[in-house]
């Protein structure tokens, strides 16, 4: 693990020795992660296999590497170098090894992904819009990418309980032009359950109102005039 800034300890780079059949051919590959210190972090790695080497920076590396099965019906096995990130943003950096060369196939998102083998990723991924939230998620391989991509999900659960500082004009459906528009009222007790994490968020009162609000450069509803979203609710996780 890396230190807290400033102090005057410095990390010992780390070497992690791994085994397992990367590649499929039926032979496992003895190989080396070595996490390089940069003062009082890791941030850099190396993956040695035979004679070929791998290297590429981190953001904050955990200080661990392991192998993973993400597929346990294709021919590969993954090298998995967790980091922490920005702001406890932990992710992990899949590798591969085919033989001949080491790649890069993915960057998940999440402190403890799930690789169950079923080749399917479940994670977290940190949300965009409104507030500091995180909603499940699936990774998976994708051929055309080749790398391994999230699976898309046209809208996504929230569940940040609010207090209304302000009237909120809400709608039936999450589009224009405003159907079923009502008003909520300030002081009203409410949940945001679920939003598109690009305009729209649902929101929906302990007496069943829900409908929906839109949110553009910060600003709840009508922009450029919209309340600015930590003015609206009260209650909303804030964090760096």
């Known amino acids: 693990m890396y230190l807290a800034g400033g102090s005057d300890a410095r990390l010992e780079s780390r070497t992690i020795t791994l085994s397992g059949d990367l590649d499929g051919d039926g032979s496992a590959e003895e190989f080396a992660v070595r996490l390089i210190a940069d003062q009082n972090r890791y941030g850099q790695f190396e993956v040695a296999i035979k004679n070929v080497t791998f290297k590429s920076i981190g953001d ?106 302000h009237s909120l004009e809400i709608a039936a459906k999450p589009a224009f032009p405003l159907t079923g528009t009502q008003t909520l009222s300030p002081g009203t007790r409410a949940t945001i359950d679920l939003t598109d994490d690009e305009l729209w968020c649902r929101i929906r009162t302990a007496n069943a109102q829900a409908g929906w609000f839109r949110v553009q450069d910060g600003r709840v509803a009508s922009y450029p005039a919209g309340v600015p979203a930590a003015e609206m609710f009260g209650g909303l996780p804030l964090a760096d």
């Open 60 to 165: 904050y590396l955990s200080g661990d590497a392991r192998i993973v099965d993400v597929d346990a019906n294709d021919r590969w096995r993954e090298i998995a170098v967790p980091q922490l990130g920005p702001s406890n943003d932990d992710s992990v950096l899949l590798l591969r090894y085919d033989g001949k060369k080491i790649e890069l196939v993915g960057h998940v998102p999440g402190e403890n992904p799930v690789f169950d083998g079923s080749g399917a990723i479940a994670t977290k991924c940190r949300g965009k819009i409104l507030c500091t939230w995180w909603y499940p998620s699936t990774y998976r391989w994708s051929d055309a990418a080749q790398v391994f991509v999230e699976v898309p999900q046209p809208f996504k659960p929230m569940s940040i309980d609010v207090t209304l500082r």
